[in-house]
């Protein structure tokens, strides 16, 4: 009943971004999304652990985790630019179908080519999913809704999905409760690992419903100097701070020159580059750090993460009203400063209570965080570039989860487990000084750009 009660409540309060106005599209989206965050969360923690177990160590184990980064920097420009040219259903249906084949690949696999492929592979598909997903809400929302949807989709994607932790952790110890093994051999974990597969598979079906929504596309109008189809007419709705930076209307868009457009990205990519080569250095091997600092079993850190990631994929909930007082930039930015002397907590804590500790801060930080940033950088680039400047976030985080796992597996190999977190606080730091720096102007004097 309270549950019920509370779900009136927001439902009622426009303010907190109109989460149950919604069409078809933008629910069968979430539901994936859900999966999604199921199958991550279950990966990150069950994947790591599993090549561990084969016998790897520390530093090929960093070199796995970045392959599907790898993988996704090789087909994230290309898959942008595609899904722009022929549409966003079509890839990600691709990603909902044949990544899931990719984890049962790498379940199935113990030697290291075989490992390293799987990783590749799975990058390459799975990056249609973080290609075409946040057009494909933004372009199915109002710009009202819009930063509810972002906001909603960040609650499935890292707060209920973070439920798969759970699922990631009892899966191999009920598996070797079974077979009367320790949950950290190979046939536990690589079970952990099929249960991602299965339960990022099952909410990929829907998305055959999904109705490609209306949007600029290239028209033979267009190539004669047309106008581009406007954006949807927006509903009567309490306005956000966040969704004044939302994208006006095609047709008002002014011509800006290529180099204006690439000096645009570049202010915005340079950073996003930094901040997820420092994510990458923490969080891409956390789990085994955990458990070979802490001695932490698979079930209690499925616990340890889920409860982390609810705490943060709750918060992201908030952060409509939040940034209503501080403004995107200044909000986004002082959660990045905020995050480094909680990452560098949990790297050198001798206690596994302030390490987890910390570890739900920066959670609640990077809940605030992403989908602020989401909306910050969307709301400066037109209709027609939203795919393509996707396709080139995802070739950063592409970059950033390449360089910093494999600098965490080296440093945490040949000198020690917490010198990565030192990586990753100077990362983030950088990042959030140069957004600063880069977008100075438009802290003082927020307004619409249209590259």
Not at 89 to 104: D, E
Not at 308 to 315: K, S
Not at 441 to 450: A, F, G, L, N, Q
Request: glycine fraction near 10%.
């Amino acid at each position: 009943m309270a549950q019920a009660s509370l779900l009136r409540r927001f439902a009622a309060q426009r303010s907190w971004g109109g989460y149950f106005s919604f069409n078809r599209n933008v629910y069968l989206l979430l539901l994936f999304t859900l999966g999604k965050g199921f199958q991550l969360s279950i990966g990150a923690l069950t994947l790591n652990l599993y090549v561990h177990s084969l016998g790897y160590d520390l530093q090929f184990v960093g070199a796995f985790t970045a392959t599907s980064a790898i993988g996704s920097f090789a087909a994230g420009v290309p898959i942008g630019v595609l899904a722009d040219r022929i549409g966003r259903k079509p890839l990600l249906l691709v990603s909902g179908i044949v990544t899931p084949l990719t984890l049962v690949m790498t379940a199935l696999s113990t030697s290291a080519p075989l490992i390293i492929l799987s990783g590749l592979l799975n990058g390459m598909f799975a990056s249609a999913y973080w290609v075409t997903n946040l057009p494909m809400l933004t372009e199915s929302t109002t710009e009202e809704q819009r930063v509810g949807a972002l906001a909603l989709n960040n609650f499935l994607l890292l707060g209920v999905g973070a439920l798969g932790a759970l699922i990631g952790g009892g899966v191999p110890q009920v598996v070797a409760v079974i077979l009367h093994q320790s949950a950290q051999d190979v046939v536990p974990l690589r079970w952990g690992v099929l249960a991602a597969a299965i339960i990022v598979f099952l909410p990929a079906l829907p998305l055959f419903w999904v109705q490609e929504p209306r949007r600029a596309r290239r028209r033979s109008t267009q190539e004669t100097g047309g106008a581009l189809a406007p954006a949807p007419a927006t509903i009567e709705s309490e306005q956000l701070a966040l969704a004044q930076a939302t994208i006006a209307p095609a047709s008002d868009e002014p011509k800006q020159s290529r180099w204006a457009i690439a000096g645009l990205f570049a202010r915005l990519l340079i950073p996003d580059m930094l901040f997820t080569t420092g994510e990458g250095a923490v969080v891409g091997l956390l789990s085994l750090f955990f458990f070979l600092r802490f001695a932490l079993q698979p079930g209690p850190l499925g616990i340890l993460f889920t409860l982390a990631g609810l705490i943060g994929g709750a918060t992201s909930l908030t952060a409509p009203r939040i940034v209503r007082r501080w403004g995107q930039l200044r909000m986004a930015t002082t959660m990045q400063f905020l995050s480094v002397p909680i990452i560098l907590l949990i790297g050198f804590s001798p206690l596994l209570l302030l390490a987890a500790a910390g570890e739900f801060m920066r959670q609640i930080l990077r809940g605030l965080f992403e989908p602020v940033y989401a909306a910050f950088a969307m709301g400066r680039v037109s209709e027609r570039h939203r795919g393509t400047l996707s396709g080139f976030y995802s070739l950063t985080w592409s970059v950033g989860y390449s360089i910093g796992p494999i600098t965490a597996g080296w440093l945490q190999e040949h000198i020690g487990l917490s010198t990565s977190f030192i990586i990753g606080a100077v990362c983030v730091g950088l990042s959030a000084t140069l957004l600063r720096f880069f977008f100075s102007r438009e802290e003082r004097t927020p307004k619409k750009s249209h590259a």
